[in-house]
């Protein structure tokens, strides 16, 4: 490599290691970097200490006390919310004639050492994934309203997309025990019943074992459009004039963005619009709540959008709006612009998440670590000449109440895609 002309063609690598290369070389994680990082004990429930402004308290209208008067007090509610540890558990099995093969390869490939950086790859998307999906789903949380929707007319037999009236629609948060049972109940509840059951939420079980045969429902959170899917994934067509009802909780803690042209305006101008809302959203952060927006969050694919909004020319740049070094965005209105990477994410490329940093509570419980590595057994008990280990992670993330609203949400839609469909 250090120079001349050289030949490959007698090289073979596995796929496996090709795909490995490009997912560490690609892969980051940066969800950190929001949340208020830290450890704590394991332990059955979590306690996060926090504190915030008592606005019932003396303010600013009551400090003009003179001689011989009461000085009034200002207040700082010192509280405290119960958090409960979210298990991340994974393991790998390998067999001896591939170690074997392996070793013997003309390439440095270890088998083993792939499976247990593959587990750590896993864990770490997860985390990263709980983490935006906690600030997307507290953001929603503040100020939701309840929703009573009758979808029946959009039941035609060739529809399979519906609408709800409103969106955001907010996600249930439901909190587990150690042992996975339900503490206590839902908040915001969501209510699907379909031709007079109630559906439950396509969720494929952790155990890897198969749904139960039935009608189940996928919700897109952004834009509170949602699928009716059997047991295996397949999207379904209701006959018409089923009955289709949907109760649940929308978000008022947002801007919402139309994307179609707005009397013939151009796409410049009309991604202009769209800095302007995250500026507006700013102002609601910190003239309105007295935080400081010092983050703003989209995906790759919306900044690449934004870029072309007529601000980033250079006979129409404003001042702290601008683009990095890369040609992605760097600052919005001041607010520095990140893009997370992580799979899974409910925010998409339909929301921009604006908040200040460091309000969710990150605490490490036991970090990721992995078991000795066993002989592993068939059902009869005999060996198998496989090696078999797991590895295993407990983390806490939570948004204490008070401090949810240091974030809020732009969701971005088109006003004419968004319409029941058969798409």
């Not at 953001?139 to 009573?148: C, I, K, P, R």
């Not at 009236?165 to 379909?194: E, I, K, M």
Request: one cysteine or more.
């Amino acid at each position: 490599l250090a120079g001349g002309t050289g030949s490959i063609s007698d090289v073979k690598v596995p796929v496996v290691a090709e795909r490995t290369v490009l997912r560490e070389v690609l892969y980051n994680l940066t969800s950190l970097g929001f949340v208020n990082v830290g450890t704590a004990p394991f332990a059955n429930v979590m306690t996060v200490p926090y504190s915030y402004r008592d606005t019932s308290a003396a303010g600013v209208g009551a400090l003009r006390r003179y001689e011989g008067q009461g000085i009034r007090r200002a207040g700082v509610i010192q509280t405290q919310e119960e958090a409960r540890p979210i298990p991340q558990k994974l393991a790998y099995l390998i067999s001896s004639e591939l170690r074997l093969l392996m070793s013997a390869s003309p390439i440095d490939f270890d088998p083993m050492a792939e499976n247990i950086r593959n587990i750590v790859r896993i864990v770490g998307e997860d985390t990263e994934a709980i983490n935006f999906n906690e600030l997307v789903f507290s953001a929603d949380e503040v100020g939701a309203v309840a929703f009573n929707d009758t979808l029946t007319a959009q039941c035609n037999g060739t529809n399979s997309v519906f609408v709800t009236s409103a969106f955001p629609v907010v996600r249930p948060r439901q909190a587990f025990d150690l042992q996975g049972n339900a503490v206590g109940a839902p908040t915001n509840p969501l209510v699907v019943t379909y031709d007079g059951t109630v559906r439950a939420e396509y969720v494929l079980p952790a155990d890897g074992s198969a749904l139960a045969a039935g009608i189940y429902y996928v919700m897109d959170w952004n834009l509170g459009e949602f699928r009716l899917v059997n047991q295996a994934g397949v999207v379904q067509v209701p006959a018409a004039a089923k009955v289709l009802t949907v109760q649940g909780f929308r978000s008022t803690n947002r801007a919402v963005f139309n994307t179609d042209a707005v009397g013939g305006e151009n796409i410049r101008d009309r991604y202009d619009r769209l800095l302007i809302e995250i500026g507006n959203r700013k102002v609601v952060i910190e003239n309105d709540r007295y935080y400081s927006a010092n983050f703003a969050l989209m995906s790759g694919a919306l900044d690449n959008a934004l870029t072309q909004a007529e601000s980033f020319r250079a006979n129409s740049s404003r001042v702290a709006t601008g683009l990095a070094a890369d040609g992605s965005l760097g600052f919005t209105k001041g607010i520095p612009t990140f893009n997370p990477t992580a799979p899974g994410l409910v925010m998409g490329d339909n929301r921009i998440i604006v908040g200040e940093r460091g309000n969710t509570r990150f605490r490490m419980v036991k970090a990721f670590s992995m078991n000795e590595p066993h002989p592993a057994r068939n059902a009869q008990g005999q060996f198998t000449d496989q090696q078999e280990g797991y590895g295993t992670q407990f983390i806490v993330t939570h948004t204490p109440t008070q401090l949810k609203n240091s974030l809020t949400s732009i969701i971005v839609y088109s006003a004419t895609g968004r319409v029941a469909r058969a798409a």
